[in-house]
């Protein structure tokens, strides 16, 4: 009895711990979503009493032409995305099963990955600009795909080496070539992981900031862009960019809602061996 008392003293204990962290991380949220249906005058106040409006809303879209900046992120977002899963996949899974360069390959793409942003974006908006990609969604992408793939790469690898050999060679002595092989077994089987990394890769390029920033703007630009863009001479105008904050946490809260199976199956995989 008094080892289950203790017992639930403790789940309890844990419990209030946990709703203590969760009202911490919800809170921000809570108060940028405050602020978004907060009038003008009140945004910039404490108080939780007031008439809430969709003016922030309304004057995000028709003056800010925000649809633009959604449009941009997702065409940038998804495209780069679609084509970093299908460069990293038979990448990794060639790495894993093939194993060319050795350990050096390894070392280099998670060096390649630990790089910082800073570093690349110059030389990056040099290339670019000499190939007339600066100012354009193809040129986001591209930049976005190399920037991604190391970090894709080596995660995939951890899902890939979780499959046993076995499976491979049973469908190669079953007259599969190595595509079929990949194609039809170990596709499927790396599925969650693969789908795991498509969301993460989508969400690091939805909210990148550095190169939306070198080399776009205007009519290419992304959300992060925009609303760092609705700082003006008279302050930040808190409410329009609490109104884009909001709309920019939807697709990531949609996502997650989503693929959350996908999610929790596919980071766990590939630490199973």
């Not at 299908?86 to 390959?105: L, M």
Request: no cysteine; charged share 10%.
């Amino acid at each position: 009895m008094k080892k289950l008392s203790s017992k639930k003293k403790w789940n309890v204990f844990a419990h209030l711990i946990l709703i203590v962290f969760s009202l911490a991380i919800l809170f921000p949220i809570f108060w940028v979503f405050r602020t978004s249906l907060a009038p003008e005058v009140v945004a910039y106040q404490s108080k939780l009493n007031f008439s809430p409006t969709s003016d922030n809303y309304k004057d995000l879209f028709n003056r800010n032409k925000f649809g633009r900046n959604i449009v941009n992120s997702l065409i940038v977002s998804i495209v780069s995305t679609i084509l970093t899963i299908i460069f990293s996949a038979p990448g990794a899974y060639a790495i894993v099963r093939y194993r060319p360069g050795g350990s050096i390959t390894q070392f280099l793409i998670l060096g390649t990955d630990l790089l910082p942003p800073i570093v690349i974006v110059i030389p990056l908006f040099t290339l670019f600009r000499s190939l007339k990609l600066v100012n354009t969604l193809s040129g986001l992408i591209l930049s976005y795909f190399a920037f991604n793939i190391p970090f894709l790469l080596w995660m995939l690898m951890g899902y890939f080496e979780g499959i046993p050999k076995d499976l491979e060679e049973a469908a190669l002595i079953d007259g599969a070539n190595r595509l079929q092989t990949f194609i039809r077994v170990i596709f499927p089987l790396a599925a969650p992981g693969i789908m795991a990394g498509a969301v993460l890769g989508f969400i690091i390029s939805w909210n990148e900031f550095l190169f939306a920033l070198v080399l776009s703007s205007g009519k290419t630009s992304t959300i992060p862009v925009a609303l760092a863009a609705l700082q003006t001479s008279a302050g930040v105008r808190i409410g329009n960019v609490s109104a884009g904050v909001i709309i920019a946490i939807l697709p990531m809260l949609l996502i997650g809602l989503s693929m959350q199976k996908y999610l929790v199956r596919g980071l766990t995989f590939g630490a199973i061996k």
